[in-house]
């Protein structure tokens, strides 16, 4: 009798334990896959929900790495309703799967045309565009007597050989971001040639996006490359890190919005989708990022240049999610297999 | 030689009260390996019975087949006029102790001896009377509230004979009930337990490999080895007419040769020495014949001369065993022990006169 | 005589009948939760990207990358390097606790089991604060970069230690004296007595310990994901396949290429359990040792300074999580607790795993118990018995982040019926009960073992059902093994990242993965005050379990005193 009523209860306590509490409620909830930044989750929770009052965000967040693997794992059977905040990269391959519902939100045509999906109706909509950038430790840069560096031309210069880190671009969609900007920027020979030379510099490849930075904010090393919106956080908490945007072309990566196919609730989804595109939504995205994808749309983000935009590589967003794989397989092949650590 | 072995002469068949266990052609195999070969058996009711021989010889195997903890793989087992061969465990009638005696660590004496007494049979009331009865019976009244580790070994024991009786089964299974316990309290608590079983008159088989065990309690002994039965009687028919060398070799203890029939009908050929022996008489000449001959049958001086075939023999070691003495004779190559009372004990060196009683030989053909 | 005997037919009775339906049961679980999300998996590693069959060639292609080659030696090599430095270390302290007179045995074994109740997080943070580049203790390293090889190991050490030191100081507390005696008397040299009376005794806790070290680290991908720079390992090749380039194909040749070595062990492992019989004997009288200082003064020093170490590295990751930022603003701040600050699941996570754990501690126990019951004495044998040991072994084997994308592909599939698990509490739970399965099931089975083979035949022949025995005697009579099993479930799905990371919902996010999360957002402070909230969570129960464990000896244990 025993041995029947100890896993009956066992179940029983695993289930009221394991039972997502009910909820009785009107609103849709929606699940929202994103890689935005933890602190930019609470205030556009509450912008969305007040702006569509018949929704409820359910937020799913991870690295742009895991989120985007997630959604792709979970192709046959989504269980994200939009995707809010993602990298164009990761979209454009989802789009190449067949994984995005098309949906042009109201007002979608206003955006910069290469801020949205040159399809009909739209698979995405850009949000902002974030870059890449060097974070660059001044207390470090002191100690060991290393100058500023303005361009990616600089980061070049025998002084820094062993100061650099910057993300596997096979690991880190930032990585691969700085990567295609490099590309986009020099052409490819040149881009190739440079990354060589920087190899040199280099004392480790990343798994993270953002460890870079948060190691070159720590003092581990003079200067991580990374994107403009981590180190924000981190001279927030008091480190001695300034952000630079190279002044020779910077590769830029858009964060979008998407409907996934399939999901479960697809009106109000793009009732979200709507709100992602107003100019009440890019004012809010205008807090984190100097562009956003709204013309006219003034950012209240310190610290940017004023020629911000200009320095932005232009790109094919699509032209360049296609090779993907081709560039991670140079790269690897190039740079992968002298993995040995280098001082 | 198997089944039709049974009942050597001198067993009494005639006195075995109505059948209550069969075993019939029992066989037991482990994989590839037969731990049990066609054994057959009948146990009376209320009859003490041993299974006795080496390690290996398929004594537990058969106590286990008749419990159903390992069923036989093929043959019958009838209990009490039920076929019970294929029943699990729970479905026979049986009580059983084990070596080990697996007392239940947790329970208190009280409560292991009530473990069977269950269901809607045993209200409390009852059950704390029998428990009181059992408790009696087994001398443990004063132990009740005791655990198992706070016992001796001895009283230990008594539990597990307790618990295996609380229900009344009709058949008791001990499996070498008394091997952990030391020599004292092991002789002591034999006879206990067949004082109880007497008293009882429950059917008993117990598993044992020490022979003074088994000649001491039981009705009848099961000589086995290496998976079949060499024999089945009383202590006194397995001692005195052993019906296998086995037996002969390891019931008690004796002097073994090897020799041949000899032409002249009635004679053996040891060792150079010519001994007669009638039991040979059947026997082809030049058949090769182990024998053997117990100490206390082996003849010394005067008592030696007045017998024919005896010879010359020299005294190599002498033991003293208290009421006897054990002494060591070679003659040739001819090695032999003989009992003698202590103040007749020849001199360790000295030659005496050896002879061994033509109707005390025990002599089998040997498989060619 | 020809053998005309007839078989026997064995009749089974129904209650036979309804514990090979118990055991068929478990089996199910595990297929469930194990062998079908596997195979979904590793049937990946056939298909391309479309789902069509292409035979070898992932393999073809990993095996012509350069990089498989290195990865996989690296991963052979520091999971070599750390289980040579780890196990005679674990040795020497387990030898210490058992077979020595030192004073605070007490302590060292609590402080020894302080990096499994942490999560890896933890001692990788806390030597990026000591070895860092610009770390306290930075001029130990002599110049060498605490990013790569040097940092794996270190964190490994640390993280693989107690495993090691557990499994040794059971099988040096299990020796006999009279085989010491034995030896001292045939007047041999106290090394002769290590070599010939002490080392065979111990050598399959040896090899068991060697064999769990280094499974551990081959599979372990949390340390050289913070701390192995871009020094590439086959469990950061999973990573790097999977979540840098969504590739689930070749992530599952990774994979599968990881079994390889963990398998190996595993092997190992089972031959060296076979070689194991007769070692003791049920009758050994237990060794106690007498006080001598040449022995005990050294092995004190040893206790006191792996204690140390490993009481230093937690105690700088509660300094780090205390600081306002390291290094340039060590201002003290409880600032780094106020979670909700950092996150948004903030102390709810927290909550969280506390339900998870409890839910797979509690579910886990009960499952892995009983069935290892059913194994050993209510069912066993036949193909179902073997079956079920089999892939109770299993888990042990495969590394978390493997088993977390198998559970996706599996439980999201379209056509499974038990997709309505997915994104619920209910699957996280399922995935700690699997992932931990292994040392639970060995933990169970051992325990279990213990006990006299002829309990339940007793039973039978008593007409007491076997489920009686096993509630009336078997559990009572192993519940601090039950205990044991229960908080080493709780412990290990509170701290574990990797098979967690893919499969929690928008309200089940466990706190282990908002270390992660903090720590990539550059938020290394509160990452470290998470991590010291999840220990102090697991140190609470395990200091419950010792002091309930006095309560429930003396309610349910009683009988063990003499």
Request: aromatic share 8%; charged share 15%.
């Amino acid at each position: 009798m025993f041995r029947r009523t100890l896993p009956a209860a066992a179940f029983a306590l695993s289930c009221a334990i394991a039972a997502p509490a009910a909820e009785a409620q009107q609103r849709t909830r929606l699940t929202v896959y994103t890689a935005l930044e933890n602190e930019q989750l609470a205030p556009f929770k509450r912008a969305a929900e007040a702006a569509v009052p018949s929704i409820e965000i359910a937020w799913v967040r991870d690295s742009t790495g895991i989120i985007t693997a997630r959604l792709i794992a979970e192709r046959q059977n989504p269980r994200a309703d939009i995707v809010w905040g993602l990298s164009v990269f990761s979209l454009l391959q989802m789009e190449a799967q067949d994984m995005l519902e098309p949906y042009t939100p109201r007002g979608a045509e206003a955006l910069r045309s290469n801020f949205r999906s040159d399809r009909s109706p739209m698979t995405w909509t850009g949000m902002d565009a974030f870059v890449s950038a060097i974070c660059f430790n001044t207390v470090v840069a002191q100690q060991r007597n290393l100058p500023r560096p303005s361009t990616w031309a600089d980061l070049l210069k025998p002084a820094y050989r062993g100061q650099i880190v910057m993300p596997n671009p096979a690991s880190s969609g930032t990585g691969f971001l700085t990567v295609a900007g490099w590309l986009g920027a020099q052409g490819n020979d040149a881009a190739w040639t440079y990354m060589t030379q920087l190899h040199e510099n280099m004392q480790v490849y990343t798994h993270s996006g953002s460890a870079p930075c948060n190691n070159a904010a720590r003092g581990e090393y003079g200067m991580g490359i990374s994107f403009d919106m981590r180190a924000v956080t981190l001279r927030n908490q008091g480190a001695p890190i300034e952000i630079i945007v190279p002044t020779d072309g910077v590769g830029f990566d858009l964060e979008a919005t998407a409907l996934i196919r399939g999901g479960r609730n697809a009106e109000a989804a793009k009732r979200l989708a709507d709100f992602a595109v107003s100019r009440q939504a890019m004012e809010l995205y205008g807090r984190y990022y100097a562009l956003v994808a709204l013309p006219g749309v003034q950012p209240a983000v310190q610290n940017y240049p004023a020629e911000f935009e200009q320095r932005l590589v232009s790109q094919n967003f699509r032209d360049v999610a296609l090779r993907r794989d081709a560039i991670l397989r140079e790269w690897s092949s190039r740079f992968d297999a002298k993995s040995a650590p280098r001082n | 030689m198997s089944a039709g072995l049974a009942e050597a002469p001198g067993a009494a068949l005639a006195a075995a009260p109505a059948p209550y266990l069969v075993v019939d052609q029992v066989s037991k195999s482990f994989g590839t390996f037969r731990a049990l070969e066609r054994a057959s058996l009948t146990v009376g009711a209320g009859e003490f019975v041993s299974f006795l021989g080496p390690s290996g010889c398929g004594k537990t195997t058969l106590l286990r087949a008749i419990a159903g903890l390992d069923p036989a793989t093929s043959g019958r087992i009838v209990q009490d006029g039920r076929d019970i061969t294929g029943l699990p465990p729970s479905a026979r009638d049986f009580g059983i102790v084990f070596q080990s005696y697996a007392l239940f660590p947790n329970l208190n004496v009280s409560e292991n001896i009530a473990y069977g007494l269950r269901g809607k049979a045993w209200p409390r009331s009852r059950r704390q009377q029998r428990v009181a009865e059992l408790l009696t019976l087994v001398g443990l009244a004063d132990q009740a509230t005791k655990y198992p580790a706070q016992l001796s070994g001895g009283q230990q024991q008594r539990v597990a004979l307790a618990r295996a009786l609380a229900n009344e089964p009709g058949l008791l299974l001990l499996d070498e009930p008394l091997s952990a316990l030391d020599a004292i309290v092991r002789l002591h608590l034999r006879q206990e337990i067949r004082a109880l079983q007497r008293r009882l008159g429950v059917t008993t088989v117990m598993v044992t490999h020490d022979q003074e065990e088994a000649m001491g309690v039981s009705d009848r002994v099961v000589v086995m080895s290496r998976g079949r039965i060499e024999q089945i009687g009383t202590p006194e028919a397995i001692y005195r007419h052993p019906a296998t060398a086995f037996v002969a070799g390891f019931v008690g203890r004796s002097s073994h040769f090897d020799a041949v029939v000899d032409a002249t009908p009635g004679m053996l050929r040891a060792e150079g020495l010519v001994l007669p022996c009638p039991a040979t008489r059947g026997l082809l000449f030049g058949t090769q014949v182990s024998t053997y001959i117990r100490p206390e049958d082996v003849r010394l001086g005067p008592q030696a001369q007045a017998l024919p075939g005896h010879f010359v023999a020299q005294v190599t070691h002498v033991e003293f065993l208290g009421p006897i003495c054990r002494v060591s004779l070679e003659a040739g190559r001819l090695r032999l022990e003989a009992d003698v009372h202590p103040s007749l004990v020849p001199a360790v060196g000295s030659d005496v006169m050896a002879a061994l009683p033509e109707d005390r030989l025990l002599v089998f053909p040997q498989d060619v | 005589m020809s053998d005309l005997a007839l078989p026997v037919r064995v009749q089974v009775p129904l209650e036979q009948r309804l514990l090979r339906l118990g055991l068929l049961l478990a089996l199910a679980v595990l297929l469930l939760g194990l062998v079908l999300p596997l195979g979904t998996l590793l049937l990946r590693a056939f298909e391309d990207a479309d789902g069509h069959f292409v035979g070898l060639a992932n393999f073809v292609a990993y095996v012509a990358t350069p990089s498989l080659r290195i990865a996989a030696w690296n991963s052979l090599w520091t999971a070599a390097l750390t289980t040579i430095i780890v196990v005679p270390l674990a040795f020497g302290f387990a030898y210490a606790l058992t077979r020595s007179c030192i004073p605070g045995k007490g302590i060292f074994r609590a402080v020894m089991l302080l990096p499994v109740l942490a999560p890896s997080l933890l001692p990788a943070l806390a030597l990026i604060y000591l070895f860092g580049n610009q770390g306290m203790l930075r001029v130990l390293l002599f110049g060498e970069s605490i990013y790569g090889p040097a940092g794996i190991v270190a964190a490994q050490v640390f993280y693989c230690f107690p495993h090691a030191a557990l499994i040794l100081a059971v099988a040096l507390s299990t020796a006999d004296a009279r085989l010491y005696e034995a030896a001292e008397v045939l007047k041999a040299g106290r090394a002769r007595i290590f070599a010939t009376v002490t080392l065979p005794v111990a050598r399959y806790g040896l090899v068991s310990a060697s064999v769990v070290v280094f499974t551990l680290v081959v599979t372990d991908f949390g340390i050289p994901k913070v701390i192995g720079g871009q020094f590439p390992v086959l469990a950061t090749d999973v990573y790097k396949q999977v979540v840098g380039l969504q590739n689930f194909n070749m992530g599952a040749v990774v994979g599968l290429v990881l079994l390889l070595p963990a398998i190996g062990a595993f092997l190992l492992d089972r031959w060296a359990d076979g070689q194991r019989a007769g070692t003791l004997s049920g009758r050994a009288v237990p060794y106690v040792p007498k006080p001598r200082r040449a022995r005990d003064l050294p092995l004190l020093a040893l206790c006191l300074l792996v204690s140390t170490a490993l009481v230093g590295i937690v105690g700088v990751a509660i300094w780090g999580s205390l600081v306002t930022f390291w290094p340039y603003n060590l201002t003290l701040t409880l600032n780094n607790y106020d979670f909700d600050r950092f996150d948004t699941a903030g102390w709810s996570a927290l909550w969280t795993s506390v339900r998870i754990a409890l839910a797979a501690a509690v579910c886990g126990t009960a499952l892995v118990f009983t069935t290892a019951w059913l194994l050993e004495r209510g069912a066993p044998g036949g193909k179902l018995g073997h079956a079920v040991r089999f892939i109770a072994g299993l888990p042990l084997a495969v590394p978390g982040l493997v088993l977390g994308l198998a559970f996706i592909l599996f439980f999201n599939h379209p056509a499974n019926p038990f997709g309505f698990l997915y994104g619920t509490l209910a699957i996280l739970v399922l995935n700690g009960m699997v992932h931990f399965y292994t040392v639970m099931h060995l933990t169970a089975a051992t325990a279990i073992r213990q006990l006299d083979p002829e309990f339940e035949a007793v039973g039978a022949s008593l007409k007491v059902p076997a489920v009686v025995t096993f509630g009336r005697v078997t559990v009572p009579i192993c519940l601090p093994a039950i205990l044991d099993i229960a908080v080493y479930a709780f412990v290990n799905v509170m701290t574990t990242v990797s098979a967690v990371i893919f499969l929690y919902g928008p309200d089940t996010k466990p706190a282990s993965v908002a270390v992660v999360h903090m720590d990539e957002a550059g938020q290394a402070s509160a990452a470290a005050a998470m991590a010291v909230t999840i220990l102090a969570v697991t140190c609470s129960v395990k200091l419950l379990q010792l002091a309930s464990g006095g309560l429930v000896e003396r309610l349910t244990q009683r009988w063990r005193r003499r």
